[in-house]
């Protein structure tokens, strides 16, 4: 059996541990093809995953909370992947992972947070681990904060993030590490696996 991202958060984040058998009542074990290779995790309870979105090189899943929309949520967990970009075999996880947060960064540059939680390896593949704030983003100018897990895959990269909107903040927020490992644990184990040809759903060859 393969080694999943649960054992090796054990050793990144001290006191953080998780499996499929550990999983919370509600929650439910999500596999989907993205880009060439199944992305997994565990679907905390509470949230609806939505249909999916792909536009050439790109595609992207989110889920949210019972009775919210794309439009109108507070909490959203989602999957990205992009290809066709430079996944330059020297270019480690948090490379990927600190380009996201300067993105954020252009969106909200006078009230912006970031707190790295670190590098870990799903399934081999390097990953990392970032959260990341706005204390006034978007039209409304509410505060969002994002926990991102960035990983290098063989021909892409993808993310799975959670994400959560509160009421404007002038400042800078403070980011509530033990909040947002909590949620990490939430979601453990991730997986990252090869496409096998003519498998179907539940996909039992990445579990």
């Keep these: 059996m393969r080694t999943r991202m649960a054992a090796a958060l054990v050793v990144a984040f001290s006191g953080l541990a998780g499996s499929a058998a550990l999983a919370a009542p509600?929650?439910?074990a999500i596999i989907t093809p993205v880009l060439g290779q199944l992305i997994g995790f565990t679907l905390p309870a509470g949230f609806e995953m939505q249909k999916e979105e792909t536009s050439g090189d790109r595609y992207f899943r989110g889920a949210f909370l019972k009775g919210e929309t794309t439009k109108n949520w507070t909490q959203m967990i989602s999957i990205s992947g992009a290809k066709n970009i430079d996944v330059d075999?020297?270019?480690s996880?948090?490379?990927f992972a600190a380009n996201i947060a300067?993105?954020?960064?252009?969106l909200?540059?006078?009230t912006f947070s970031v707190k790295p939680l670190g590098p870990t390896k799903i399934d081999n593949q390097d990953a990392f681990v970032a959260i990341t704030s706005c204390g006034k983003v978007g039209q409304d100018q509410h505060?969002?904060?994002g926990m991102t897990l960035t990983i290098k895959g063989a021909s892409a990269i993808y993310t799975v993030q959670w994400a959560e909107r509160t009421p404007a903040n002038a400042e800078n927020l403070t980011i509530n590490?033990?909040?947002?490992?909590d949620r990490l644990k939430q979601m453990v184990p991730f997986r990252i696996c090869p496409v096998v040809a003519g498998?179907?759903?539940?996909?039992?060859?990445c579990k």
């Design 26 to 28: 509600g929650s439910s």
């Design 89 to 91: 075999p020297a270019k």
């Design 93 to 95: 996880a948090q490379f």
């Design 102 to 106: 300067n993105s954020i960064q252009k």
């Design 108 to 110: 909200c540059p006078d």
């Design 143 to 145: 505060s969002e904060t």
């Design 177 to 181: 590490e033990g909040k947002w490992k």
């Design 199 to 205: 498998e179907k759903p539940p996909y039992p060859s």
